[in-house]
């Protein structure tokens, strides 16, 4: 089978918000408009499209990110919608490393929010290229101006406005192209599948000239030869500003700016124009950089398309009710075909692809074999998990993903002895889904131990136990998932000799144990370079002290501390694999016990939206809470606190803000950084 659509007409893309700014009702418009739906679906209604879980549609909130593949004007989009929750931030992170270009969706009236802030970092970690739409203009308090103002200053980007709503909150009417000078107005009673394409009526024209001028300015700034002619007075052609703002976006000089109101179905259609015309095909990004396998420092660069040897990164895993355990792939370079035996290049494993899948939110399409640069899942691999690099011949690997730490532990327990089984593999199963849910068995108390990111993720993961495994675990109250580091350095050196199941197990070691730098998280370095020492020893060795890093002297794991390894002995015939281990992780002990550890807490960013009568008990309820107000701002007829406060006094806060303000105030909560106690 051919490729159906060639390399520079396809799309990846998310989209990627605040939670409730729009992305997933703007994400059901695209469906629409593009024709893959035929009846729009709501997401206050429970029935969107793109949120297919119970729980999302209970609760009007995008959990797992969702990916569909559509088509506009002979272009084929594949589209991931990403959560807004700061809760699931694992999911835009993943989505973001496979994606070529985004949509960053802001509200009309919250502009950039934290959530916003914080998948907008995430991207400029990526450099994925970015595409602004500014929604919601027809709610009360909407200021396009101050979202453009916001998206300077806040992400120190370079919005350029290259549309302009024609009013706003009630009188919000359409839109004004600043490049083609039209005005767009949309047929509410046609759900805005047709539009009218006319001149822009005179009331806007000062203010139409006033921005396309601004436009213009900003447009040559970005091309040296656009720059002359702008010097010289001359005019620009709708092609030539349309050749520098892409040019602009891919390297990330320049965001341009869309606006409308997706639930009023005003404005979509030109965005979905915009994603064709300033966002990255895969052949645009034209390579990528990989690692040799076996060999993690030497680079290789990868060209995207489909005459090379395969390579493909598994970003996401599911668990499907039909088809059980699913990965989603990105494939980078080659053809990927049904039939075919893969090597996994990260665990050096072989997999063999029975089906492949086009993906259509909960909807599959099989499909015989699938292209670079699309997005596609395979079922029933054994071993493939998040992050790992799929190859046929040519042996690399990609970058792995990496993900927040659990900052917050739960305890579950089963109502009986048969269930305990039946828990241990579903919470098997939704750590294989999420890098950032963790569980363990307390052998102490009996329980098990499930630590995430933050409540609402394991209030999710406990209602999913009852309802897709119908496993009625009892659970205890959310508590901080506490760290521990060192504030001086030891040298510490360990013998160990003892016979384990007959055999004598020898192993010795030197390591000096230091603070690392603050937030630069644990490590361990290699400091021996005598060749004689056998490579399993060595490596015996470092994974000793890796593992020691897991638990500190209070039981928590350590942060921010670095294990240097000086010398480790190795007498053949002697010294094994098993005696070394131990003997790095029983040293790592020893030098904790002679330093002592400190206890670090997660302290979290707190932003508060509350009506101004209510701003002086939130600040009261926050300074009992050990927090610590850091400024407070008005936006229209709100306030906004920026504050922050230790987690440990943050759990249930929802319910008291909405005690404090009758339930008008709003906040939401990112962590920020670990502090000592």
């Known amino acids: 089978m051919a490729r159906a659509v060639p390399i520079p007409n396809i799309r990846n893309i998310g989209v990627m918000a605040h939670i409730d700014a729009g992305k997933t009702t703007t994400t059901e418009r695209i469906l629409f408009y593009s024709g893959y739906l035929h009846r729009i679906g709501e997401v206050d209604e429970g029935t969107a499209f793109m949120d297919y879980m119970e729980q999302e549609r209970e609760r009007g909130i995008t959990i797992q990110s969702a990916a569909v593949t559509t088509f506009w004007n ?10 807004g929750h ?6 835009v992170q993943r989505s973001l490393r496979v994606l070529d270009g985004a949509i960053a969706v802001f509200c009309a009236v919250g502009g950039v929010e934290p959530q916003s802030e914080r998948v907008w970092r995430q991207a400029d970690e990526f450099k994925v290229p970015r595409i602004a739409y500014v929604n919601k203009l027809d709610r009360m308090g909407a200021n396009f101006n101050r979202v453009l103002s916001m998206i300077r200053e806040k992400l120190s980007a370079n919005p350029i406005a290259i549309q302009i709503p ?4 009630e009188n919000f009417e359409g839109i004004i192209d600043l490049i083609k000078m039209k005005a767009y107005f949309f047929d509410p009673g046609k759900y805005g599948a047709e539009y009218e394409i006319s001149t ?3 009331k806007y024209n000062e203010l139409t000239n006033t921005s396309r001028s601004t436009m213009l300015e900003k447009v040559a700034e ?4 656009l720059l002359d002619k702008y010097l010289l007075g001359e005019e620009f052609s709708e092609d030539e500003i349309k050749v520098a703002l892409r040019k602009g976006t891919l390297s990330n000089k320049c965001v341009p700016v869309f606006c409308g109101s997706s639930l009023k179905n005003v404005g979509v259609q030109p965005l979905i124009d915009g994603v064709i015309d300033y966002l990255p095909s895969p052949a645009d990004i034209s390579s990528v950089i990989g690692y040799e396998a076996k060999d993690h420092d030497k680079m290789i660069n990868v060209d995207l398309n489909d005459e090379q040897s395969l390579t493909a990164l598994s970003f996401k895993v599911i668990s499907d009710p039909y088809l059980g355990r699913l990965n989603f792939v990105r494939i980078y370079s080659g053809i990927l075909k049904v039939g075919q035996a893969v090597e996994n290049a990260s665990l050096f494993k072989k997999e063999k692809l029975s089906k492949i899948f ?8 099989e499909i015989p074999e699938a292209y670079s640069g699309e997005i596609i899942a395979i079922p029933q691999m054994k071993f493939t998990s998040t992050g790992d690099t799929l190859c046929i011949d040519n042996m690399i690997v990609y970058d792995k993903i990496r993900f927040l730490e659990p900052m917050i532990d739960m305890s579950l327990e089963a109502r009986t002895l048969a269930d305990q089984d039946k828990l241990l593999v579903a919470l098997g199963k939704f750590m294989d889904e999420d890098p950032t849910f963790r569980f363990k068995f307390d052998e102490e108390s009996g329980q098990i131990i499930i630590s995430g990111v933050g409540e609402l993720q394991l209030e999710i993961a406990v209602d999913r136990l009852k309802r897709e495994h119908n496993l009625d675990a009892r659970s205890g109250k959310p508590q901080v998932s506490y760290r521990e580091t060192i504030i001086s350095q030891v040298i510490e050196e360990y013998r160990y000799e003892k016979s384990h199941g007959g055999k004598n197990q020898t192993g010795f070691v030197k390591i000096s144990l230091e603070p690392n730098e603050n937030n630069a998280g644990s490590e361990v370095v290699n400091e021996v370079s005598n060749a004689k020492i056998h490579k399993l020893i060595l490596e015996s060795a470092l994974n000793g002290l890796k593992d020691s890093l897991q638990m500190g002297m209070q039981g928590f794991p350590l942060v921010d501390v670095k294990v240097k390894l000086l010398d480790v002995e190795y007498i053949e015939n002697l010294t094994t694999e098993l005696g070394t281990k131990i003997a790095a992780s029983n040293a790592v002990k020893e030098a904790l016990r002679k330093v002592g550890t400190v206890m670090l807490e997660p302290i979290f960013k707190v932003e508060i939206v509350s009506p101004e009568q209510y701003v002086g008990d939130i600040i009261s309820d926050l300074n009992s809470r050990k927090g610590r107000i850091n400024s407070l701002d008005a936006k229209g007829s709100l306030q906004i606190i920026d504050g922050q406060s230790p987690l440990s006094n943050l759990f249930g806060y929802v319910t008291a803000l909405r005690s404090l303000s009758q339930g008008r105030a709003s906040y939401t909560m990112t962590f920020s950084h670990y502090s000592r106690i």
């Open 74 to 83: 002979g272009y084929q989009i594949n589209i991931i919608d990403t959560p």
């Open 86 to 91: 700061v809760d699931f931030t694992s999911e």
């Open 166 to 169: 024609m009013g706003a909150e």
């Open 200 to 202: 822009i009526p005179e």
């Open 222 to 225: 970005l091309d040296d030869n």
């Open 358 to 365: 086009r993906v259509y939110s909960n909807k599959r399409e």
